[in-house]
């Protein structure tokens, strides 16, 4: 995240690494990396504080079909959320 709010173009990329994402990645019977994007959405006017979209996808996803008992084929799975997030790790004093 601060990445992406030191970033010209507000925008940064990774990967999620560390027993988390293997745990994630062994849940879901999937192989592939799970990457990170993240981007502004706005900079507020106090410096160093944005509202951020945070990405997480992942190919090769196999979530549960709870409807037919069974495993659905494996696909891209993405999860994102948004975030107010300044340089000192909390939210912006306003919002504007």
Not at 66 to 80: E, K, L, S
Request: charged content about 20%; hydrophobic content about 35%; glycine content about 10%.
């Amino acid at each position: 995240m601060l990445s992406a709010l030191d970033a010209p173009d507000g925008k940064a990329h990774g990967i999620l690494v560390g027993e988390v994402a293997d745990a994630i990645s062994k849940r879901f019977n999937a192989t592939t990396p799970i990457y990170i994007d993240v981007s502004t959405e706005k900079r507020y006017a106090q410096p160093g504080c944005s509202r951020l979209n945070v990405r997480f996808w992942q190919d090769g996803v196999q979530l549960p079909n709870y409807g037919a008992g069974g495993v659905q084929a494996p696909r891209r799975q993405t999860i994102d959320f948004g975030i107010n997030y300044c340089r000192d790790g909390q939210p912006p004093r306003s919002l504007s």
